[in-house]
């Protein structure tokens, strides 16, 4: 059970949002946190590093030089990782580096992250964010509420709020469909919609 503070459209205090879902620092989990960051950065890797073995040299076709009398080491084709224009070896092949997170893992995780926010007071929420998708206007309610930077989540995907952000040198908007832990650490501050939050912590009871 925890109580969390709710504030208006223009950030006045409104009221409170109660939730059965607990968000003490005992509920703050580091090592699943940290799995869900080290996924989602493997998971933006393109892994496209691709280099040449031997069965991909052209070449190679007869002996280098004769096995003997030559006071070198013997070769057998010059597509060889000995020799200078053979192929590489044990180098990068193009893969998925994409790492599996259970579905509680990952749920955990965000917990921990809001635990975290709340126990801090980084954590604020907006009944509803009044924005005329202007950056400027963003900049100065978060700026003017010392909330930079900050991640702002709202409930829609198409959000005036989320325009505003888009442009913040030092904040990012996402709705809480695409809600990312590792954003969520990043940032100092995360300010986010009564509604988004809601729907967050319905899925962790």
Do not use: C, W
């Amino acid at each position: 059970m925890a109580d969390i503070n709710v504030l208006n459209s223009k950030f006045e205090a409104s009221g409170k949002l109660t939730t059965n879902v607990s968000l003490t620092a005992e509920d703050i989990n580091v090592p699943v946190v940290h799995q869900m960051v080290k996924a989602t950065l493997a998971g933006r890797r393109q892994g496209n590093a691709s280099t040449k073995t031997r069965a991909f040299v052209s070449g190679g076709g007869r002996k280098p030089f004769k096995q003997k009398g030559t006071g070198r080491a013997r070769q057998g084709s010059t597509r060889s990782g000995l020799m200078v224009g053979g192929a590489t070896v044990f180098g990068p092949l193009p893969r998925d580096y994409t790492q599996k997170v259970n579905k509680k893992v990952a749920l955990k995780a965000a917990q921990s992250v809001i635990a975290d926010k709340l126990q801090a007071g980084k954590l604020t929420v907006v009944e509803k964010f009044d924005s005329d998708g202007k950056t400027k206007n963003m900049f100065a309610l978060l700026n003017g509420k010392g909330l930079l930077p900050a991640l702002i989540v709202t409930k829609e995907k198409e959000s005036p709020a989320l325009r505003a952000v888009r442009n913040l040198q030092y904040g990012k908007g996402m709705s809480v469909d695409g809600f990312s832990v590792y954003e969520a650490v990043k940032f100092e501050n995360l300010v986010i919609e009564k509604a988004a939050l809601e729907t967050l912590l319905e899925k962790m009871v």
